[in-house]
C-alpha cells in the first residue's frame, strides 16, 4: 500500500503523509548500519513517502552528506527538507548555540547545498528560534533565499503560535516542525491552532518518542554510552521508571488491535490532527526497512473513540521536560 498525499503548506507541492526522519542514520541514537539505512530510504520512496528531513547539525553535516546521492538519484521524486540556526562545536559535542542573523544564514544555505550536491532545497527550515533577532530580519532572509532559486518553500521549527503568525506575514510557511506525540503535547496551545489557522503543515518531530513510545527501551541505562538518550529527562532516574508504565496503556491498545505499539502512537498523531482541523506529515526516524514498513502501514490504522480517550489521557501524567534546557523550545517561550 502506498501512502496517501497531502499539500505541503501553500506550496503547490503534493507530500505523502508521512515522511522519513533521517537524523538517526547518522547520530544521537547509538550504532548504525549504514548499507541497512540507505536501504530504508529506498523503501519509503517505494511506499510512498517523499518527505525526508535533515539537518546541518545532524552530524555536523555528515547526514546531508549521507543521504544527498540518494536524493540526486530521485531528485523529481524527494521533497527534501534541511535545517540551519544551530552551531556546534567540535570539541563539546553537547554544545548548542542559536544563530538567526542573516549573514548567518546565507553562509549555512551554501553550506548545506554544497554537503547535498543539489542546486535547490526544497523546504528549508530554522530549525530554532533566537528571540535576540527580528523574525522579520531572519525570514527576510529566508525569502531571499526563495527569491534567488536556493530554496522553494520555507519552515520553521519550534516557534510559538505568535511566532508562526509574525513569520508568516514576511513569507507563507510552509510547515512548522515541531515535537508532537502521545507524551508531548504542550504545541496544541498556540502553535498547532496557529498552523491550522495559516494552512500551514505540521510536520510532528519524535512522533513516537525517541523510541521510548514502542516500548523497545525503558530506561536511558539500557542505551549506548553515546546515545543521546541518556541525557533525556524523560528517560532517566525516577523520570524513567514512571513514565515506563505509561507506555503499558499504549501496548494494551496495540495488542488488542493486533497492531504495534510505534503504529497506535503514529496514528493518534493523525487522528489528533483531524481533531484540531490541520494537515499533518509526522516524520518518524528509523535506519530500518522493516520499521520503516511497520511506520507506513500506521497511517491507515484507525483508533476507535474508546481508544483515543483512553491515550489522550497519557501526556498529562508524564513526568519531567521533553528537553533538559527548555528555552530550547517553543513551550519555553509560551
Ligand atoms: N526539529 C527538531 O528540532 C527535531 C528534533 C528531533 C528530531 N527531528 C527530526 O525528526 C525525526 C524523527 O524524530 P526522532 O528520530 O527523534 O524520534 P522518533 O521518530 O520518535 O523515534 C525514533 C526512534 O524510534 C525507533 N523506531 C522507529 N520506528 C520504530 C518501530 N516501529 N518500532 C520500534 N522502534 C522504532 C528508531 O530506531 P531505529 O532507527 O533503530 O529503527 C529510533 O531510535 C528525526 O529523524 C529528525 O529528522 C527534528
Known amino acids: 500500500m502506498r501512502l496517501p498525499t497531502v499539500n505541503l503548506g501553500s506550496s503547490g507541492r503534493l507530500i505523502g503523509t508521512q515522511?522519513?526522519?533521517?537524523?538517526?542514520?547518522?547520530?544521537?541514537?547509538?550504532?548504525?548500519?549504514?548499507?541497512?539505512?540507505?536501504?530504508t530510504l529506498d523503501a519509503a520512496l517505494e511506499a510512498g513517502v517523499t518527505l525526508f528531513d535533515t539537518a546541518d547539525?545532524?552530524?555536523?553535516?555528515?547526514?546531508?552528506?549521507?543521504?544527498?546521492?540518494?536524493?540526486?538519484?530521485?531528485r523529481d521524486q524527494v521533497v527534501l527538507a534541511t535545517k540551519f540556526a544551530i552551531e556546534r562545536r567540535a570539541d563539546d559535542p553537547r554544545h548548542r548555540a542559536v544563530r538567526n542573523d542573516p549573514a548567518y544564514i546565507r553562509t549555512a544555505v551554501d553550506a548545506s547545498l554544497k554537503r547535498l550536491g543539489v542546486d535547490v532545497i526544497d523546504l528549508y527550515y530554522m530549525h530554532r528560534r533566537d528571540p535576540?533577532?527580528?523574525?522579520?530580519?531572519?525570514?527576510?532572509?529566508?525569502?531571499?533565499l526563495v527569491q534567488a532559486g536556493k530554496v522553494k518553500a520555507l519552515g520553521l521549527s519550534e516557534v510559538t503560535g505568535d511566532e508562526l503568525r509574525e513569520a508568516h506575514e514576511v513569507h507563507p510557511i510552509a510547515a512548522l516542525q515541531s515535537e508532537w506525540s502521545l507524551f508531548?503535547?504542550?504545541?496544541?496551545?498556540?502553535?498547532?491552532?496557529?498552523?491550522?489557522?495559516?494552512?500551514?503543515?505540521?510536520?510532528?518531530y519524535s512522533p513516537l518518542g525517541r523510541g521510548f513510545l514502542t516500548g523497545s527501551f525503558a530506561a536511558a541505562e539500557q542505551l549506548t554510552e553515546d546515545?543521546?538518550?541518556?541525557?533525556?529527562?524523560?528517560?532517566?532516574?525516577?523520570?524513567?521508571?514512571?513514565?515506563?508504565?505509561?507506555?503499558?496503556?499504549?501496548?494494551?491498545?496495540a495488542a488488542d488491535r493486533g497492531v504495534t505499539a510505534a503504529q497506535v502512537a503514529l496514528a493518534w498523531v493523525h487522528q489528533r490532527a483531524e481533531v484540531h482541523g490541520l494537515t499533518v506529515?509526522?516524520?518518524?526516524?528509523?535506519?530500518?526497512?522493516?520499521?520503516?514498513?511497520?511506520?507506513?502501514?500506521?497511517?491507515?490504522?484507525?483508533?476507535?473513540?474508546a481508544e483515543l480517550t483512553t491515550l489522550d489521557g497519557i501526556a498529562a501524567q508524564v513526568t519531567g521536560n521533553r528537553y533538559a534546557d527548555m528555552s530550547f523550545t517553543s513551550a519555553g517561550r509560551e
Request: hydrophobic letters at 45%.
Open 227 to 253: 546515545d543521546y538518550r541518556r541525557h533525556h529527562p524523560q528517560f532517566s532516574g525516577a523520570n524513567a521508571a514512571a513514565n515506563a508504565a505509561l507506555v503499558a496503556p499504549i501496548q494494551k491498545v
Open 132 to 144: 535576540a533577532v527580528p523574525l522579520a530580519e531572519s525570514v527576510g532572509a529566508m525569502a531571499e
Open 57 to 74: 547539525i545532524y552530524g555536523s553535516g555528515a547526514n546531508e552528506e549521507l543521504i544527498g546521492p540518494f536524493v540526486r538519484a530521485n
Open 19 to 39: 515522511g522519513l526522519g533521517c537524523m538517526g542514520m547518522s547520530e544521537f541514537y547509538g550504532p548504525t548500519d549504514t548499507a541497512e539505512a540507505l536501504a
Open 281 to 305: 506529515v509526522p516524520i518518524p526516524g528509523t535506519r530500518k526497512r522493516t520499521r520503516l514498513a511497520e511506520n507506513t502501514a500506521a497511517a491507515s490504522l484507525l483508533l476507535t473513540p
Open 184 to 204: 508531548s503535547r504542550d504545541v496544541e496551545r498556540t502553535a498547532v491552532p496557529a498552523a491550522a489557522e495559516l494552512g500551514v503543515t505540521f510536520v510532528p
